[in-house]
Protein backbone atom coordinates (compact mmCIF):
# COMPACT_ATOMS: atom_id res chain seq x y z
CA UNK A 1 0.00 0.00 0.00
CA UNK A 2 1.40 3.24 -0.85
CA UNK A 3 1.78 4.93 2.56
CA UNK A 4 2.97 8.36 0.73
CA UNK A 5 -0.85 8.67 -0.42
CA UNK A 6 -2.70 7.35 1.71
CA UNK A 7 -5.26 10.02 1.66
CA UNK A 8 -5.73 10.63 -2.10
CA UNK A 9 -8.07 13.81 -3.03
CA UNK A 10 -7.83 14.16 -6.82
CA UNK A 11 -8.80 17.02 -8.98
CA UNK A 12 -12.06 17.33 -6.66
CA UNK A 13 -14.69 19.78 -7.27
CA UNK A 14 -17.82 20.87 -4.77
CA UNK A 15 -20.81 22.20 -6.64
CA UNK A 16 -23.93 22.92 -4.51
CA UNK A 17 -27.37 23.53 -6.56
CA UNK A 18 -29.20 26.49 -4.64
CA UNK A 19 -32.14 28.11 -5.26
CA UNK A 20 -30.01 30.79 -6.89
CA UNK A 21 -28.34 28.35 -9.24
CA UNK A 22 -25.55 26.35 -9.22
CA UNK A 23 -22.39 27.54 -5.91
CA UNK A 24 -18.99 26.29 -6.84
CA UNK A 25 -17.67 25.52 -3.19
CA UNK A 26 -14.41 23.89 -3.98
CA UNK A 27 -12.56 23.65 -7.39
CA UNK A 28 -9.89 21.55 -8.84
CA UNK A 29 -8.46 20.34 -5.05
CA UNK A 30 -5.73 17.93 -5.14
CA UNK A 31 -3.83 16.68 -1.84
CA UNK A 32 -2.22 13.96 -0.51
CA UNK A 33 -1.95 12.96 3.26
CA UNK A 34 0.95 10.57 4.18
CA UNK A 35 0.24 7.77 6.79
CA UNK A 36 0.82 8.93 10.15
CA UNK A 37 0.53 12.65 9.06
CA UNK A 38 -1.21 15.47 10.53
CA UNK A 39 -2.89 18.14 7.70
CA UNK A 40 -4.23 20.96 8.70
CA UNK A 41 -7.08 23.10 6.70
CA UNK A 42 -6.42 26.85 7.24
CA UNK A 43 -9.01 29.55 5.75
CA UNK A 44 -11.36 32.19 6.11
CA UNK A 45 -14.87 31.34 6.89
CA UNK A 46 -16.74 30.14 3.87
CA UNK A 47 -13.37 29.00 2.19
CA UNK A 48 -15.41 25.41 1.68
CA UNK A 49 -12.72 23.98 4.23
CA UNK A 50 -15.50 22.08 6.39
CA UNK A 51 -17.04 21.28 2.91
CA UNK A 52 -13.99 19.66 1.54
CA UNK A 53 -13.53 17.49 5.33
CA UNK A 54 -16.72 16.81 4.80
CA UNK A 55 -15.99 15.03 1.55
CA UNK A 56 -13.31 12.83 3.41
CA UNK A 57 -16.30 12.43 5.76
CA UNK A 58 -18.29 10.87 3.11
CA UNK A 59 -20.53 13.26 4.62
CA UNK A 60 -21.18 14.69 1.34
CA UNK A 61 -20.07 12.83 -2.19
CA UNK A 62 -17.94 15.48 -4.73
CA UNK A 63 -19.34 16.65 -8.25
CA UNK A 64 -16.05 16.10 -9.50
CA UNK A 65 -12.94 13.71 -8.83
CA UNK A 66 -12.36 11.25 -6.36
CA UNK A 67 -11.40 10.38 -3.17
CA UNK A 68 -9.26 7.59 -2.12
CA UNK A 69 -8.53 6.69 1.56
CA UNK A 70 -6.13 3.17 1.84
CA UNK A 71 -6.67 2.62 -2.35
CA UNK A 72 -10.47 2.28 -1.60
CA UNK A 73 -12.82 5.37 -2.24
CA UNK A 74 -14.58 7.37 -0.20
CA UNK A 75 -18.17 6.52 -1.29
CA UNK A 76 -20.01 7.15 1.63
CA UNK A 77 -19.33 7.68 5.71
CA UNK A 78 -18.42 5.01 7.14
CA UNK A 79 -15.98 4.22 10.62
CA UNK A 80 -13.21 3.97 9.04
CA UNK A 81 -12.88 7.94 9.50
CA UNK A 82 -13.64 9.03 13.16
CA UNK A 83 -14.96 12.47 13.05
CA UNK A 84 -14.99 15.34 15.68
CA UNK A 85 -17.61 17.56 15.32
CA UNK A 86 -17.03 21.55 16.44
CA UNK A 87 -20.01 21.07 18.31
CA UNK A 88 -19.35 17.57 20.53
CA UNK A 89 -22.44 16.10 18.77
CA UNK A 90 -23.03 13.94 22.00
CA UNK A 91 -26.47 12.03 22.68
CA UNK A 92 -27.68 13.98 26.08
CA UNK A 93 -29.37 10.94 26.77
CA UNK A 94 -26.17 9.14 26.50
CA UNK A 95 -23.64 8.94 29.17
CA UNK A 96 -19.91 9.45 28.41
CA UNK A 97 -19.51 5.93 28.59
CA UNK A 98 -22.35 5.05 26.60
CA UNK A 99 -21.35 7.67 23.60
CA UNK A 100 -18.34 5.80 23.13
CA UNK A 101 -19.75 2.20 24.10
CA UNK A 102 -22.23 2.74 20.93
CA UNK A 103 -19.23 3.60 18.57
CA UNK A 104 -17.11 0.85 20.06
CA UNK A 105 -20.35 -1.82 19.71
CA UNK A 106 -20.90 -0.76 16.15
CA UNK A 107 -17.20 -0.82 14.87
CA UNK A 108 -16.17 -3.92 16.89
CA UNK A 109 -19.19 -6.55 17.10
CA UNK A 110 -17.40 -9.76 17.44
CA UNK A 111 -15.36 -8.22 20.39
CA UNK A 112 -18.51 -8.58 22.99
CA UNK A 113 -15.76 -9.19 25.53
CA UNK A 114 -13.45 -6.44 25.27
CA UNK A 115 -15.84 -3.78 24.69
CA UNK A 116 -15.97 -2.22 27.83
CA UNK A 117 -12.59 -2.49 28.08
CA UNK A 118 -11.65 -0.91 24.57
CA UNK A 119 -14.65 2.31 25.98
CA UNK A 120 -12.83 2.47 28.99
CA UNK A 121 -9.36 2.76 27.55
CA UNK A 122 -10.48 5.83 24.96
CA UNK A 123 -11.98 7.46 27.76
CA UNK A 124 -9.00 7.15 30.12
CA UNK A 125 -6.64 8.10 27.16
CA UNK A 126 -8.62 11.35 27.28
CA UNK A 127 -8.35 11.72 30.95
CA UNK A 128 -11.87 11.50 31.79
CA UNK A 129 -12.42 7.97 33.43
CA UNK A 130 -13.98 9.61 36.52
CA UNK A 131 -16.77 11.06 34.19
CA UNK A 132 -17.60 8.20 32.45
CA UNK A 133 -21.26 7.82 34.35
CA UNK A 134 -22.32 11.50 33.73
CA UNK A 135 -24.27 13.10 30.96
CA UNK A 136 -23.11 15.38 28.87
CA UNK A 137 -25.13 18.39 30.54
CA UNK A 138 -23.29 17.76 33.06
CA UNK A 139 -19.64 18.24 32.19
CA UNK A 140 -17.91 21.29 30.84
CA UNK A 141 -17.40 22.18 27.37
CA UNK A 142 -13.69 21.42 27.11
CA UNK A 143 -14.59 17.72 28.15
CA UNK A 144 -17.43 17.15 26.17
CA UNK A 145 -14.97 17.99 22.85
CA UNK A 146 -12.80 15.07 25.16
CA UNK A 147 -15.46 12.36 25.04
CA UNK A 148 -15.62 13.40 21.09
CA UNK A 149 -12.03 12.44 20.69
CA UNK A 150 -12.38 9.53 22.57
CA UNK A 151 -15.32 8.27 20.73
CA UNK A 152 -13.93 9.24 17.48
CA UNK A 153 -10.12 7.47 18.60
CA UNK A 154 -11.92 4.28 19.99
CA UNK A 155 -13.79 2.89 16.68
CA UNK A 156 -9.38 2.62 15.81
CA UNK A 157 -9.96 4.83 12.68
CA UNK A 158 -7.32 4.58 9.33
CA UNK A 159 -8.15 8.40 9.77
CA UNK A 160 -9.30 11.30 12.43
CA UNK A 161 -11.08 13.94 10.91
CA UNK A 162 -11.59 17.00 13.30
CA UNK A 163 -13.90 20.12 12.70
CA UNK A 164 -12.71 23.01 13.87
CA UNK A 165 -12.42 20.47 17.43
CA UNK A 166 -11.52 23.22 19.66
CA UNK A 167 -13.44 26.02 18.07
CA UNK A 168 -16.67 27.04 20.29
CA UNK A 169 -14.05 26.43 23.77
CA UNK A 170 -12.23 29.53 25.60
CA UNK A 171 -8.78 29.95 24.90
CA UNK A 172 -7.19 28.15 28.17
CA UNK A 173 -9.17 25.14 27.51
CA UNK A 174 -8.17 24.92 24.02
CA UNK A 175 -4.70 25.53 24.83
CA UNK A 176 -5.08 22.38 27.13
CA UNK A 177 -6.82 20.11 24.86
CA UNK A 178 -4.47 21.08 22.01
CA UNK A 179 -1.76 19.73 24.00
CA UNK A 180 -3.53 16.79 25.04
CA UNK A 181 -4.53 15.74 21.18
CA UNK A 182 -0.41 16.33 20.80
CA UNK A 183 0.30 13.44 22.72
CA UNK A 184 -2.08 11.62 21.96
CA UNK A 185 -1.50 11.92 18.50
CA UNK A 186 2.48 11.24 19.30
CA UNK A 187 1.65 8.33 21.23
CA UNK A 188 -0.69 7.09 18.56
CA UNK A 189 0.37 7.87 15.53
CA UNK A 190 -2.97 8.73 13.50
CA UNK A 191 -3.28 10.21 10.55
CA UNK A 192 -5.62 13.36 10.90
CA UNK A 193 -6.97 16.25 9.12
CA UNK A 194 -7.77 18.91 10.65
CA UNK A 195 -9.95 22.09 9.86
CA UNK A 196 -9.38 25.39 11.87
CA UNK A 197 -8.86 28.75 11.60
CA UNK A 198 -6.32 29.03 14.66
CA UNK A 199 -3.02 29.78 12.91
CA UNK A 200 -0.94 28.99 16.25
CA UNK A 201 -3.39 25.87 16.53
CA UNK A 202 -1.99 24.90 13.02
CA UNK A 203 1.41 25.53 13.77
CA UNK A 204 1.69 23.86 16.77
CA UNK A 205 -0.10 20.59 15.82
CA UNK A 206 0.71 19.93 12.09
CA UNK A 207 3.35 18.31 9.85
CA UNK A 208 1.61 20.23 6.73
CA UNK A 209 -0.89 23.12 7.06
CA UNK A 210 -3.03 23.63 3.67
CA UNK A 211 -4.01 27.19 3.04
CA UNK A 212 -7.26 27.91 1.05
CA UNK A 213 -7.81 30.72 -0.72
CA UNK A 214 -11.88 32.41 -0.24
CA UNK A 215 -14.77 30.74 -1.86
CA UNK A 216 -16.50 30.82 -3.74
CA UNK A 217 -14.70 28.15 -6.37
CA UNK A 218 -11.92 27.65 -3.36
CA UNK A 219 -8.86 26.10 -4.21
CA UNK A 220 -5.65 25.43 -2.69
CA UNK A 221 -3.47 28.38 -2.29
CA UNK A 222 -0.32 27.15 -0.85
CA UNK A 223 0.96 24.17 1.23
CA UNK A 224 3.14 25.03 3.62
CA UNK A 225 5.71 21.78 5.76
CA UNK A 226 5.97 22.34 9.63
CA UNK A 227 9.26 21.23 10.11
CA UNK A 228 9.52 21.80 13.54
CA UNK A 229 10.96 18.26 15.51
CA UNK A 230 8.25 16.92 17.75
CA UNK A 231 7.43 16.44 20.48
CA UNK A 232 6.66 20.03 20.85
CA UNK A 233 6.12 22.26 23.30
CA UNK A 234 4.03 25.19 23.55
CA UNK A 235 6.11 27.35 25.71
CA UNK A 236 9.32 26.43 24.09
CA UNK A 237 7.88 27.12 20.63
CA UNK A 238 6.53 30.55 21.65
CA UNK A 239 10.04 31.99 21.28
CA UNK A 240 11.33 29.71 18.76
CA UNK A 241 12.73 31.56 15.41
CA UNK A 242 11.05 29.02 13.01
CA UNK A 243 8.11 28.78 14.70
CA UNK A 244 7.76 32.46 14.87
CA UNK A 245 8.52 32.38 10.99
CA UNK A 246 5.66 29.87 9.94
CA UNK A 247 3.17 31.51 12.16
CA UNK A 248 4.08 34.53 9.94
CA UNK A 249 3.70 32.58 6.64
CA UNK A 250 0.27 31.48 7.59
CA UNK A 251 -0.74 35.27 8.88
CA UNK A 252 0.69 36.55 5.48
CA UNK A 253 -1.36 34.61 3.46
CA UNK A 254 -4.71 34.86 5.51
CA UNK A 255 -4.13 38.59 6.42
CA UNK A 256 -2.53 40.16 2.99
CA UNK A 257 -3.16 37.69 0.05
CA UNK A 258 -6.66 36.38 1.16
CA UNK A 259 -7.95 39.27 3.44
CA UNK A 260 -11.76 39.18 2.66
CA UNK A 261 -13.45 42.05 2.76
CA UNK A 262 -15.31 43.07 5.83
CA UNK A 263 -18.43 41.38 5.15
CA UNK B 1 -46.91 21.33 6.20
CA UNK B 2 -48.51 19.94 9.13
CA UNK B 3 -46.28 22.52 11.02
CA UNK B 4 -48.27 25.62 10.14
CA UNK B 5 -51.46 24.04 11.04
CA UNK B 6 -53.15 24.24 14.38
CA UNK B 7 -52.54 25.11 17.73
CA UNK B 8 -50.49 22.61 18.83
CA UNK B 9 -47.24 22.62 17.60
CA UNK B 10 -46.71 26.39 18.48
CA UNK B 11 -48.57 25.51 21.65
CA UNK B 12 -46.17 22.66 22.50
CA UNK B 13 -42.66 24.93 21.79
CA UNK B 14 -44.78 27.92 24.02
CA UNK B 15 -45.57 25.75 27.10
CA UNK B 16 -42.26 24.24 27.10
CA UNK B 17 -40.77 27.94 26.76
CA UNK B 18 -42.81 28.99 29.85
CA UNK B 19 -41.31 26.22 31.87
CA UNK B 20 -38.33 26.64 30.61
CA UNK B 21 -39.07 30.24 32.28
CA UNK B 22 -40.32 29.04 35.46
CA UNK B 23 -37.67 27.06 36.07
CA UNK B 24 -35.05 29.81 35.50
CA UNK B 25 -37.07 32.49 37.04
CA UNK B 26 -36.85 30.13 40.13
CA UNK B 27 -33.20 29.20 39.80
CA UNK B 28 -32.29 33.20 39.77
CA UNK B 29 -34.48 33.38 42.93
CA UNK B 30 -34.29 36.70 44.70
CA UNK B 31 -30.55 36.26 45.44
CA UNK B 32 -29.03 36.33 42.11
CA UNK B 33 -27.96 40.55 43.07
CA UNK B 34 -25.83 38.94 45.75
CA UNK B 35 -27.78 41.09 48.36
CA UNK B 36 -30.51 39.38 50.33
CA UNK B 37 -33.32 41.25 51.51
CA UNK B 38 -35.23 40.28 54.74
CA UNK B 39 -38.29 38.99 52.82
CA UNK B 40 -40.32 36.03 53.33
CA UNK B 41 -39.28 33.19 50.94
CA UNK B 42 -41.19 33.41 47.67
CA UNK B 43 -43.41 29.89 48.36
CA UNK B 44 -45.25 31.45 51.26
CA UNK B 45 -46.21 34.40 49.31
CA UNK B 46 -47.48 32.26 46.60
CA UNK B 47 -49.70 30.25 48.60
CA UNK B 48 -50.90 33.37 50.34
CA UNK B 49 -51.61 34.52 46.64
CA UNK B 50 -53.20 31.23 45.52
CA UNK B 51 -55.40 30.86 49.22
CA UNK B 52 -56.50 34.86 48.30
CA UNK B 53 -58.11 33.69 44.78
CA UNK B 54 -60.01 30.75 46.14
CA UNK B 55 -61.50 32.69 49.08
CA UNK B 56 -62.10 36.07 46.62
CA UNK B 57 -63.35 32.96 44.50
CA UNK B 58 -65.63 31.24 47.32
CA UNK B 59 -66.80 34.84 48.28
CA UNK B 60 -68.14 35.79 44.49
CA UNK B 61 -69.97 32.78 44.64
CA UNK B 62 -71.50 33.03 48.18
CA UNK B 63 -72.73 36.27 46.77
CA UNK B 64 -74.12 35.53 43.52
CA UNK B 65 -75.69 32.64 45.34
CA UNK B 66 -77.29 35.08 47.56
CA UNK B 67 -78.95 37.55 44.78
CA UNK B 68 -81.34 34.40 44.93
CA UNK B 69 -81.88 32.17 41.99
CA UNK B 70 -81.10 28.80 41.74
CA UNK B 71 -77.42 28.69 42.38
CA UNK B 72 -76.88 27.12 45.82
CA UNK B 73 -74.18 28.69 48.09
CA UNK B 74 -70.92 26.96 48.89
CA UNK B 75 -72.14 25.93 52.21
CA UNK B 76 -74.81 23.88 50.88
CA UNK B 77 -72.45 22.38 47.73
CA UNK B 78 -70.12 21.60 50.66
CA UNK B 79 -72.60 19.70 52.68
CA UNK B 80 -73.56 18.01 49.63
CA UNK B 81 -69.94 16.80 49.07
CA UNK B 82 -69.37 15.32 52.62
CA UNK B 83 -72.20 13.40 51.78
CA UNK B 84 -70.96 12.37 48.37
CA UNK B 85 -67.56 11.54 49.13
CA UNK B 86 -68.52 9.50 52.30
CA UNK B 87 -69.49 7.02 49.83
CA UNK B 88 -68.06 7.52 46.25
CA UNK B 89 -68.02 3.67 45.71
CA UNK B 90 -71.45 2.64 46.17
CA UNK B 91 -73.76 0.52 43.47
CA UNK B 92 -77.30 0.25 43.00
CA UNK B 93 -77.16 -0.33 39.14
CA UNK B 94 -76.35 1.05 36.27
CA UNK B 95 -78.20 4.48 36.71
CA UNK B 96 -76.91 4.70 40.39
CA UNK B 97 -73.33 4.98 40.93
CA UNK B 98 -70.89 6.45 43.59
CA UNK B 99 -68.77 9.47 42.17
CA UNK B 100 -66.06 7.46 42.28
CA UNK B 101 -66.95 5.05 39.99
CA UNK B 102 -68.45 7.81 37.54
CA UNK B 103 -64.82 8.89 37.18
CA UNK B 104 -63.61 6.16 37.04
CA UNK B 105 -65.54 4.54 33.68
CA UNK B 106 -65.11 8.12 32.26
CA UNK B 107 -61.02 8.06 32.85
CA UNK B 108 -61.18 4.17 31.61
CA UNK B 109 -62.75 5.30 28.25
CA UNK B 110 -60.29 8.19 27.99
CA UNK B 111 -57.26 5.49 28.77
CA UNK B 112 -58.63 3.35 26.31
CA UNK B 113 -59.48 5.74 23.39
CA UNK B 114 -56.02 7.83 24.09
CA UNK B 115 -54.35 4.69 24.11
CA UNK B 116 -55.37 3.65 20.83
CA UNK B 117 -54.70 6.93 19.32
CA UNK B 118 -50.90 6.24 20.27
CA UNK B 119 -50.61 3.45 18.99
CA UNK B 120 -51.92 4.34 15.79
CA UNK B 121 -50.34 7.74 16.20
CA UNK B 122 -47.41 7.51 17.16
CA UNK B 123 -45.96 5.30 14.21
CA UNK B 124 -47.54 7.43 11.83
CA UNK B 125 -46.23 10.58 13.52
CA UNK B 126 -42.40 9.07 12.99
CA UNK B 127 -43.24 8.29 9.04
CA UNK B 128 -44.71 11.41 8.36
CA UNK B 129 -42.05 13.50 10.14
CA UNK B 130 -39.29 10.93 8.27
CA UNK B 131 -40.68 10.87 4.78
CA UNK B 132 -41.28 14.51 3.07
CA UNK B 133 -43.97 12.75 0.07
CA UNK B 134 -46.14 11.34 3.28
CA UNK B 135 -45.68 14.68 5.28
CA UNK B 136 -47.39 16.37 1.85
CA UNK B 137 -49.93 13.47 1.84
CA UNK B 138 -51.50 13.76 5.05
CA UNK B 139 -50.83 17.68 5.31
CA UNK B 140 -54.25 18.41 3.67
CA UNK B 141 -56.61 16.00 5.45
CA UNK B 142 -55.20 16.29 9.28
CA UNK B 143 -55.61 20.39 8.37
CA UNK B 144 -59.04 19.80 7.54
CA UNK B 145 -59.89 17.44 10.20
CA UNK B 146 -58.11 18.80 13.20
CA UNK B 147 -60.32 21.63 13.72
CA UNK B 148 -63.57 19.43 13.60
CA UNK B 149 -65.36 18.99 17.20
CA UNK B 150 -64.92 15.97 18.47
CA UNK B 151 -68.35 15.28 18.44
CA UNK B 152 -69.33 15.86 15.57
CA UNK B 153 -68.06 12.40 14.89
CA UNK B 154 -70.12 10.60 17.79
CA UNK B 155 -72.77 9.74 15.24
CA UNK B 156 -70.32 8.29 13.30
CA UNK B 157 -69.58 6.22 16.25
CA UNK B 158 -72.67 5.01 17.22
CA UNK B 159 -73.14 4.07 13.52
CA UNK B 160 -70.11 1.85 13.31
CA UNK B 161 -69.84 0.27 16.75
CA UNK B 162 -74.00 0.64 17.53
CA UNK B 163 -73.45 0.81 21.26
CA UNK B 164 -72.86 4.23 23.26
CA UNK B 165 -69.38 3.20 24.99
CA UNK B 166 -66.99 2.37 21.92
CA UNK B 167 -68.89 5.31 20.27
CA UNK B 168 -67.70 7.32 23.24
CA UNK B 169 -63.93 6.11 23.19
CA UNK B 170 -64.07 6.00 19.59
CA UNK B 171 -64.84 10.24 19.77
CA UNK B 172 -61.55 10.28 22.75
CA UNK B 173 -59.67 8.23 19.85
CA UNK B 174 -60.36 10.84 17.02
CA UNK B 175 -59.58 13.97 19.37
CA UNK B 176 -56.31 12.48 20.56
CA UNK B 177 -55.23 11.43 17.37
CA UNK B 178 -54.21 14.63 15.93
CA UNK B 179 -52.22 15.87 18.76
CA UNK B 180 -50.68 12.65 18.98
CA UNK B 181 -49.52 12.47 15.18
CA UNK B 182 -48.64 16.48 14.56
CA UNK B 183 -46.23 16.40 17.56
CA UNK B 184 -43.97 13.12 17.08
CA UNK B 185 -44.49 14.39 13.45
CA UNK B 186 -42.94 17.90 14.01
CA UNK B 187 -40.45 15.85 16.44
CA UNK B 188 -38.93 14.14 14.27
CA UNK B 189 -38.26 16.93 11.79
CA UNK B 190 -36.57 18.88 14.94
CA UNK B 191 -33.98 16.29 15.44
CA UNK B 192 -30.69 18.09 15.35
CA UNK B 193 -28.50 17.39 11.60
CA UNK B 194 -25.77 16.98 14.38
CA UNK B 195 -27.05 13.46 15.80
CA UNK B 196 -27.95 12.29 12.71
CA UNK B 197 -24.90 12.72 11.23
CA UNK B 198 -23.42 11.06 14.39
CA UNK B 199 -25.40 7.99 12.81
CA UNK B 200 -24.17 8.40 9.35
CA UNK B 201 -20.32 8.74 10.21
CA UNK B 202 -20.82 4.88 12.39
CA UNK B 203 -23.20 3.39 9.84
CA UNK B 204 -25.26 2.86 11.96
CA UNK B 205 -28.37 0.53 11.76
CA UNK B 206 -31.57 1.58 10.72
CA UNK B 207 -33.04 -0.40 14.04
CA UNK B 208 -30.17 1.39 16.16
CA UNK B 209 -30.85 4.59 14.92
CA UNK B 210 -34.54 4.84 15.93
CA UNK B 211 -33.92 3.05 19.32
CA UNK B 212 -30.75 4.94 20.33
CA UNK B 213 -31.65 8.87 18.60
CA UNK B 214 -34.40 9.06 17.16
CA UNK B 215 -36.72 7.57 19.80
CA UNK B 216 -34.89 9.51 22.68
CA UNK B 217 -34.77 12.68 20.20
CA UNK B 218 -38.70 12.94 19.91
CA UNK B 219 -39.83 11.20 23.04
CA UNK B 220 -39.82 15.02 24.57
CA UNK B 221 -42.36 16.24 22.07
CA UNK B 222 -44.32 12.81 22.23
CA UNK B 223 -45.28 13.71 26.04
CA UNK B 224 -46.07 17.04 24.79
CA UNK B 225 -48.67 15.41 22.33
CA UNK B 226 -49.80 13.25 24.86
CA UNK B 227 -50.07 15.98 27.47
CA UNK B 228 -52.63 17.93 24.72
CA UNK B 229 -53.97 14.87 23.84
CA UNK B 230 -55.19 13.65 27.08
CA UNK B 231 -56.48 17.54 28.25
CA UNK B 232 -58.31 17.43 25.06
CA UNK B 233 -59.97 14.11 25.59
CA UNK B 234 -60.76 15.47 29.37
CA UNK B 235 -62.83 18.11 27.92
CA UNK B 236 -64.20 15.90 25.45
CA UNK B 237 -65.62 12.82 27.37
CA UNK B 238 -67.61 15.03 29.39
CA UNK B 239 -69.67 16.10 26.36
CA UNK B 240 -69.97 12.85 24.89
CA UNK B 241 -71.63 10.94 27.81
CA UNK B 242 -73.64 14.05 28.23
CA UNK B 243 -74.83 12.50 25.00
CA UNK B 244 -74.52 8.91 25.50
CA UNK B 245 -75.21 8.12 28.92
CA UNK B 246 -74.25 4.94 30.97
CA UNK B 247 -71.98 5.71 33.72
CA UNK B 248 -69.36 7.95 33.69
CA UNK B 249 -69.07 11.86 35.30
CA UNK B 250 -70.59 13.56 32.11
CA UNK B 251 -73.44 11.50 32.24
CA UNK B 252 -73.60 12.04 36.16
CA UNK B 253 -73.58 15.59 35.46
CA UNK B 254 -76.79 15.48 32.50
CA UNK B 255 -78.44 13.17 35.53
CA UNK B 256 -78.35 15.49 38.14
CA UNK B 257 -79.89 18.45 35.97
CA UNK B 258 -82.47 16.20 35.52
CA UNK B 259 -83.19 15.53 38.90
CA UNK B 260 -82.38 19.22 39.64
CA UNK B 261 -79.49 18.66 41.81
CA UNK B 262 -77.94 22.02 41.22
CA UNK B 263 -75.11 20.99 44.09
CA UNK B 264 -74.06 17.80 42.81
CA UNK B 265 -73.69 19.49 39.15
CA UNK B 266 -71.22 22.01 40.86
CA UNK B 267 -68.94 19.21 42.67
CA UNK B 268 -68.84 17.48 39.47
CA UNK B 269 -67.18 20.62 38.28
CA UNK B 270 -64.80 20.79 40.69
CA UNK B 271 -63.84 16.90 40.46
CA UNK B 272 -63.69 17.41 36.75
CA UNK B 273 -61.93 20.60 36.87
CA UNK B 274 -59.35 18.41 39.66
CA UNK B 275 -59.32 15.41 37.85
CA UNK B 276 -57.55 17.38 34.88
CA UNK B 277 -55.32 19.42 36.90
CA UNK B 278 -53.76 16.15 38.42
CA UNK B 279 -53.29 14.47 34.87
CA UNK B 280 -51.53 17.78 33.47
CA UNK B 281 -49.20 17.73 36.36
CA UNK B 282 -48.60 13.76 36.20
CA UNK B 283 -47.44 13.96 32.66
CA UNK B 284 -45.88 17.78 32.91
CA UNK B 285 -43.38 15.14 35.66
CA UNK B 286 -43.35 13.21 33.35
CA UNK B 287 -41.66 15.35 30.48
CA UNK B 288 -39.59 16.36 33.35
CA UNK B 289 -38.23 12.78 33.72
CA UNK B 290 -37.49 12.64 30.14
CA UNK B 291 -36.00 16.35 28.98
CA UNK B 292 -32.69 16.55 28.17
CA UNK B 293 -31.66 20.20 28.62
Not at chain 1, 17 to 34: H, M, Q, S
Not at chain 1, 223 to 229: A, G, M, R, T
Not at chain 2, 82 to 100: A, E, H, L, R
Not at chain 2, 173 to 195: E, H, K
Request: proline share 5%.
Amino acid sequence: MDSERYLRIENVGMTFETRKGDFVALERIDLAVRKGEFVSLIGHSGCGKSTLLNLVAGLLLPTAGGLLLAEREIAGPGPDRGVVFQNHSLLPWLTCFDNVYLAVERVFPDEKNILRERTHNALAMVGLTHAEAKYPNEISGGMKQRVGIARALAIEPKMLLLDEPFGALDALTRANLQDELLKIVDKTGATVLMVTHDVDEAVLLSDRIVMMTNGPAARIGGVLEVDLPRPRERLALAGDRRYIELRTTVMDFLYRKQLKQAA
Amino acid sequence: MIRAIGPHPAAAVLAERADALAKGRKRAGPAATGYRRARAPEWIVRALAMLAGIVVFIALWEIVARQGGRIPGPGVVWKAAVTIFSDPFYSKGPNDQGIGWNVLSSLKRVGIGFGMAAAMGIPLGFMIGRFKFLSDMAAPIIAMLKPVSPLAWLPIGLLLFKAANPAAIYVIFVCSLWPMIVNTAVGVRQIPQDYLNVAHVLNLSEWKVFTTILFPAVLPYMITGVRLSIGVAWLVIVAAEMLTGGVGIGFWVWDEWNNLKVEHIIIAIFTIGIVGLLLEQALVLLARRFSYN
